[in-house]
């Protein structure tokens, strides 16, 4: 094991959780604003995620073949759910006061969302990237499947020769990383809500 | 000016405002009164187009609302709400600027504006400016509140309950403070509460509606002295009995029930009746109820004999006064006089009541603080 393949890992899960939120923010966003789009949303990141992650890489790599891309994508599907629940959950319960408030000034919807009800559901949205990035990191490991490369490789090389340390030490070394991301974020966001 | 014109809304084909119509002078403190579910909300979120008209039109200086752009509409008319709903992500500064920057104030002028909005509610730039709401205590985020509707020197400020939440005190002061600067800016208010003593003190015009209608438009004195109706007196509750001095009757002044006897009693028997109410006087009526007179102890002890019948002991020259004379006359009589109390009459010379001078002290305390 090495540290490449430590960061290679890491490189898969944050271009994954960059593009999570890149579409799913604004899916998020659409859903809260437009209530016909709404349940559509909604209901398309819940049945991904119930989608088995390696069934899902599988379909991808028909399509684009067996690389770091096909895990990013599957990663970014596979995570869609958190952020844009999250996004969707973090707007809509900002309190009708502040909104009615913010309309009656004169705001536009768009002026609103930009600097009232985004800035409010931040901290909700921030949890929903949490789990998505610590989900990512376990699921990351299926990458090695597809050719994606990561620790999964180690993990996979271990019960292959049956060799019972190199399971651990992959293992072990994605159990640091998740508790690492999880708790450095989870920091952040006990002050973003203490804003 | 302000014209409401043939206002209605309905929800889910449930009436809620019928056909209203009333105006609204420059300047004028106009409060929206009346019991839950009345419409005073609905009427008020009306002019900022909050809430949609189903029909009738409303004018500002001429000019429907609903051909003004909707932004701008809301940007020239201040709104505070009860929830005061400052934005818990910006400090008090920009929460008060909101309106300015969205009137695009530059920066300069932004920062003077908040400089003087906060000195006029003496809270101090220094102190408050950089703060965010939630530092802030319930009555200081309202006065925010409040600056933040007028930062953008809009000529209307819509307020709907906004110091429902408030502690008495805090409330107090804040009427004071926006009473003030309502006078002091010339501002047209439109205010809504279900409180009757806020209403009496800052409107110059309360509009009382119920169940969509309006019931009656009057100034505070007016509607205090004259209610429309049943409704309306029952709302302002205690006040529904107000009094005025100048127009009080004897019979608002009287004690009643009287106690009387009548006229073929015997002299032991009026001591006995006297010794047991603690009293020194009886009055004394015939069988018909009629007034004769009053009869004294002093009298029965110097006069009168025992078994005697008292119609010879009754004295004639007692004060009395028709139910319907001026408060007045009463008031005279016992404040000149030596008498303790004034007999009240009918026109027909039947005993209604007694003025002494705690009943008159009661009735004059209830035009002060209303009904005891």
């Known amino acids: ?195 | 000016m302000i014209e409401y014109k043939n206002i209605h809304k309905e929800y889910q084909g449930v009436s809620v405002i019928n056909n209203i119509n009333f105006k609204i002078n420059n300047g004028e403190f106009v409060v929206l009164i009346g019991p839950s579910g009345c419409g005073k909300t609905t009427t008020l979120k009306m002019l900022n187009r909050l809430i949609k008209i189903d029909s009738g039109e409303i004018y500002i200086d001429n000019k429907n609302i609903m051909e003004v752009d909707i932004e701008n509409l809301r940007r020239n008319i201040g709104y505070v709400i009860q929830q005061i709903g400052l934005f818990p992500n910006m400090t008090i500064e920009e929460n008060i600027c909101v309106v300015p920057k969205l009137l695009k104030w530059d920066k300069d002028k932004c920062n003077n504006r908040v400089h003087e909005l906060l000195s006029m509610v003496s809270m101090p730039y220094e102190q408050y400016a950089k703060k965010y709401p939630k530092e802030l205590s319930g009555g200081q985020q309202q006065r925010i509140g409040v600056l933040r509707a007028i930062a953008a020197k809009p000529p209307i400020i819509l307020m709907d309950e906004p110091f429902g939440a408030l502690d008495p005190i805090t409330r107090d002061i804040l009427q004071d403070e926006v009473k003030d600067l309502q006078k002091k800016l010339n501002l047209t208010v439109i205010f809504v509460t279900h409180d009757m003593d806020e209403a009496i003190k800052l409107a110059d015009t309360i509009i009382f509606m119920d169940k969509g209608d309006i019931l009656q438009i009057a100034s505070p004195e007016e509607m205090l002295r004259a209610p429309a109706n049943e409704i309306i007196s029952e709302f302002m509750g205690k006040r529904g009995n107000f009094l005025d001095a100048e127009n009080m009757a004897c019979s608002d002044l009287m004690r009643t029930p009287v106690f009387t006897i009548k006229d073929d009693k015997k002299t032991l028997e009026c001591i006995e009746i006297m010794k047991k109410r603690q009293i020194d006087s009886l009055i004394v009526v015939d069988k018909a109820g009629i007034f004769q007179g009053v009869v004294t102890i002093e009298s029965i002890r110097s006069k009168g004999k025992a078994g005697e019948k008292i119609n010879s002991l009754i004295s004639k020259d007692f004060p009395t006064v028709l139910q319907d004379d001026v408060g007045k006359t009463a008031f005279d009589l016992l404040m000149d006089k030596k008498y303790d109390y004034v007999i009240v009459l009918t026109r027909d010379n039947s005993v209604v009541g007694i003025i002494t001078k705690s009943s008159l002290a009661k009735a004059l305390a209830s035009v002060v603080w209303g009904e005891m």
Not at chain 1, 102 to 123: D, N, Q, R, S
Not at chain 1, 158 to 171: C, R, V, W
């Open chain 1, 1 to 195: 094991m090495s540290w490449t393949l430590i960061f290679q890992h890491l490189y898969l899960v944050i271009m994954a959780t960059i593009g999570t939120i890149v579409i799913g923010l604004p899916l998020g966003v659409l859903a809260y604003l437009n209530k016909s789009f709404n349940r559509l949303i909604l209901w398309s990141v819940d049945i991904l995620q119930t989608l088995p992650a390696l069934a899902l890489l599988g379909v991808i790599m028909v399509f684009i073949g067996g690389n770091s891309l096909t895990v990013i994508i599957g990663l970014i599907l596979y995570s869609l759910l958190p952020i844009v629940r999250n996004t969707y959950v973090g707007l809509t319960n900002i309190d009708p006061a502040i909104k009615e408030a913010a309309t009656a000034m004169g705001m536009g919807k768009f002026y609103k969302l930009i600097h009232v009800e985004l800035p409010l559901a931040f901290p909700v949205v921030f949890t929903g990237i949490r789990i998505a990035v610590v989900t990512s990191i376990g699921v990351a490991v299926f990458g090695t499947f597809v050719g994606g490369g990561g620790l999964g490789s180690v993990i996979y090389r271990g019960i292959h020769i049956q060799n019972m340390n190199l399971i651990m030490s992959g293992t072990l070394s994605l159990m640091a990383m998740a508790i690492i991301f999880d708790f450095s974020m989870a920091w952040i966001e006990k002050k973003l809500y203490q804003k």
